[in-house]
Every structure is written in C-alpha cells, then in structure tokens.
C-alpha cells in the first residue's frame, strides 16, 4: 500500500513564504514523475510545478520566479519552497507522484492535500 503525505501548509501574509513537503512510502518500486497541484475554492485543480526523476522542472506561469521544486530521491521526497505568496496562491496543495508499485501497477498518486493561506 503506497501512502502519499504532505506537510507544511498555514496561513503566511503577503509576500511571506513557506514549503511544502511530501514523501511517498510502502511498496515502491521507482517514482517517476512528482508534482504539486492546488485547487481554490469553485476552481479546478491545476498545476503548480512537476519534477521529473531527472530533475527536470516545469512550472505554471503564474508561479515561476518565486516557486520552486525539487526532490530527494533517497527519501521519495518532493518539496516546494514557495516565496513571495500572494493572496491567489490560497489553496489546498496536493502532492502528486506517478509510481511504479510493482512489474504490473504503475499509476498516480495523490496526498491529501495541506491547506496555503495567504492573507494579512
């Protein structure tokens, strides 16, 4: 059974940061693919940054410049430090990866989810 676990969300004010972490664990065969998405309230849930197991990275454009991503393979960890919050980046964070259980179960995962509040 795989678990996917996020921590680090809270309330921060304008122009603050913070940074999320996640780690995968159970019965892992390789990760792939790790990201973050969020979803606002009466929004769908988008995109924030993705890292593949290379590091390669790509972000949303209404992040880049003040998110990053990155991963600690070793420990099945993604992270994502966020810096310079607005009040649009208020959401619920959810940790992704895309994981191989075994030769035949390979699929996404999901967390569920820490909550980023940005507001004075």
């Known amino acids: 059974q795989v678990q996917i676990v996020e921590s680090g969300g809270g309330l921060v004010q304008p122009g603050g940061s913070l940074r999320l972490s996640c780690a995968a664990s159970?019965?892992?065969?390789?990760?792939?693919?790790m990201g973050w998405y969020r979803q606002a309230p009466g929004k769908q849930r988008e995109l924030v940054a993705r890292?593949?197991?290379?590091?390669?990275?790509n972000y949303a454009s209404s992040v880049k410049g003040r998110f990053t991503i990155s991963r600690d393979n070793a420990k099945n960890a993604v992270y994502l430090q966020m810096n310079n919050l607005k009040s649009e980046d208020t959401a619920v964070y959810y940790c992704?990866?895309?994981?191989?259980?075994?030769?035949?179960?390979?699929?996404?995962?999901w967390g569920q989810g820490t909550q980023v509040t940005v507001s004075s």
């Open positions: 159970g019965t892992i065969l390789s990760i792939y693919a």
């Open positions: 992704n990866a895309d994981l191989r259980e075994n030769w035949t179960a390979r699929g996404d995962y």
């Open positions: 890292i593949s197991s290379l590091g390669i990275t």
